[in-house]
T-cell receptor, first 113, second 113 residues
Framework: NAGVTQTPKFQVLKTGQSMTLQCAQD?????MYWYRQDPGMGLRLIYY???????DKGEVPNGYNVSRLNKREFSLRLESAAPSQTSVYFC????????????FGEGSRLTVL | GENVEQHPSTLSVQEGDSAVIKCTYS??????FPWYKQELGKRPQLIID?????GEKKDQRIAVTLNKTAKHFSLHITETQPEDSAVYFC????????????FGAGTQVVVTP
């Protein structure tokens, strides 16, 4: 049981390049989330998917797109990376639709030059 | 939307002393308040949570208190140990949102032997 798995763990991009962060969970959770973590700002929600087939914007969605490919997988895409998107990205999932513990992946450190 | 403020941003304590972290929130609809611990380079992990129908909850050396009238909640760590050194995040979530937690900015706790 791997929990929440994210790839890649590290990535360096040039401004304007695109990339996709992959996330998969094997806990049969319904809801999945993408957060970014920046120093002094805590964790901020980018997008979330309450259940398979649905996605919604969080607090900081600009510059990102997501795809809930199936119940297990939730990807985050940066179409044209900007230095302001340099951050640590965490995927998370919860077993129920409202309350519930967030299970985080190990994080993906992205640097945009 | 919800706004969560967390204080202090850094906290240095002697081993064996107590540590207290305080958070305030703005949305009276919030009724779930988790605390996450993040060790250096690791993923955040839930350590304790409290729901709005409860004023206090304890788990060994950790306790959380909630004052809904004043819209604040606190984490208390007693008999601190070096392994308590980490960043702690508070969060708040309203019932109707799908795990859309609003996180505080975090508190860096350093326990010195």
């Amino acid at each position: 049981n791997a929990g929440v798995t994210q790839t890649p763990k590290f990535q360096v991009l040039k401004t304007g390049q695109s990339m996709t962060l992959q996330c998969a969970q094997d806990m049969n959770h319904n809801s999945m989330y993408w957060y970014r973590q920046d120093p002094g700002m805590g964790l901020r929600l980018i997008y979330y998917s309450a259940s398979e087939g649905t996605t919604d914007k969080g607090e900081v969605p600009n510059g990102y797109n997501v795809s809930r490919l199936n119940k297990r997988e939730f990807s985050l895409r940066l179409e044209s990376a900007a230095p302001s998107q340099t951050s640590v990205y965490f995927c998370a999932s919860t077993p129920v639709e409202s309350f519930g513990e967030l299970f985080f992946g190990e994080g993906s450190r992205l640097t945009v030059l | 939307g919800e706004n969560v403020e967390q204080h202090p941003s850094t906290l240095s304590v002697q081993e064996g002393d107590s540590a207290v972290i305080k958070c305030t929130y703005s949305d009276s609809a919030s009724n779930y308040f988790p605390w996450y611990k993040q060790e250096l380079g690791k993923r955040p992990q839930l350590i304790i949570d409290i729901r709005s129908n409860v004023g206090e909850k304890k788990d060994q050396r950790i306790a959380v208190t909630l004052n809904k009238t004043a819209k604040h909640f606190s984490l208390h760590i007693t008999e601190t140990q070096p392994e308590d050194s980490a960043v702690y995040f508070c969060a708040a979530s309203p019932y109707v949102s799908w795990g859309k937690f609003q996180f505080g900015a975090g508190t860096q706790v350093v326990v010195t032997p």
